[in-house]
């Protein structure tokens, strides 16, 4: 620090109120302002970048996550599948409705994201960034927001953090946990790379089928014209190795090795690094180290797989941050409660997504759960403020549980809760605790929302 500047006391226009204020427009956030507006409540949302989608768009993720359980269950259903499906009607999506697992073209995510927030009536804040939060006597009151027309207040009545950092129920006061930069899971930067043969890709990898990692590879084809799966696989290393009796992967070195999508053509390549995403140093390290990793994850590609030979970079996707700040709710989820499938009373969403480690020193391991499991209510209600919710990345959960629940289906179904509970406060005195818990399930029910897969 190099000291400290006074700045005089200044007052800033409001520019606008709702009964629901939605900050952060990622895959939690743009479906808790559709869900805030479908179930009755004035809404806004707010969003620093020009599109919505989050992890969906801006760090190119083309695998949302699991839409199913291990006995194959649709578990995540709701506004967030209703995207899903736009996306498959564009052509901008696969969707294997056996094992739920969807696959999808980020850059229509934006056109559909946009489309749907604006058919719903949210009133939409882009290039807009957070920058305070105005609280009394645990009522949050407002937001100061910044943008190019300078500083303003947004008053609301309920108020949901999509932000994935917490940073309104951290600014508000509320406790928060976070690990140490080196113990987080490593925050990465995408490659967009184009001209790759996938012809070429899949031949090499039938001829060193015992070399690599990977589902099934695909039948090779005469004509790569149109979109086919994804076909992603891992270049095995000394310290690659199969673990649970064949449930998980331990593997050392970028992940996935390969990532082919279903364009036929284009495959993407990553760059990991380990931060503190709260620190703009660490970020500004991260964009550095990371991109260069990422070249280099490329180099190593073009060196040793077929078909990468003349691969080109054709854009690189934002800083992917998989975790910094998580909130301390009403309850913390744990890893056991992912492992014996904890049920609640409570129950707002399902989740069954992978334990997806990304460790120091480019480890990366994977362990797939079974069955599925609860999120309650109480996960998304930060301590100490009577009218704020979480959505995403940033709910309640100890370290080892945060790498199942910040997958991007997660959080639309986390997102779709949120923002209903949030509308139903609303209605009442804006404090979230009062709602009737059975109000709220059968309203998400009626949203299609699927809160148990009992027969």
Known sequence: MLGNYKIPAKTFPIVAEAEVIVIGGGTAGLIAAIAAKRSGARTILVEREGFLGGALTGTYCTQPGFFGDSDENHIIKGIGWELMERLEQENAAIINRKNWKVQIFPETVKKVTLEMVVDAGVDLYLHTYLSDVLIENGLIKGIVVQSKSGRQVITGKTFVDATGDADVAFLAGAPVEQLDSDKLWQTSVDLKVCNVDPAKVIEWANENDDEILTDKIPEPKKDYSGISPMFEFIIMSDETELVG????????????????????????????????????????????????????????????????EDAIVIGEAFLGVRETRRIVGDYKISIDDLLNNARFNDVVALNCRALDRHLKGEIFEIKFLKGNHDIPLR???????????????????????????????????????????AALAAKGNGKVRDIDIKTLQNLLKVQKVILNTSK
């Open 379 to 421: 996960a998304l209600i930060p301590q100490k403020i009577e009218n704020l919710l979480v959505a995403g990345r940033c709910l309640s959960c100890d370290h080892e549980s945060h790498a199942s629940l910040r997958g991007a289906a997660t959080c639309l179904a986390t997102g779709h809760a949120a923002g209903t509970t």
């Open 245 to 308: 009796g064949g449930l998980g992967i331990k593997h050392k070195g970028p992940m996935p090795t390969v990532k082919l999508l279903i364009h036929p053509s284009l495959s993407r390549v990553q760059g990991s690094v380990e931060i503190d995403g709260t620190k703009v140093k660490d970020l500004t390290h991260a964009k550095i180290e990371s991109r260069r990793r990422a070249y280099k994850h490329l180099e190593y590609l073009k060196e040793i797989v077929p078909g990468y």
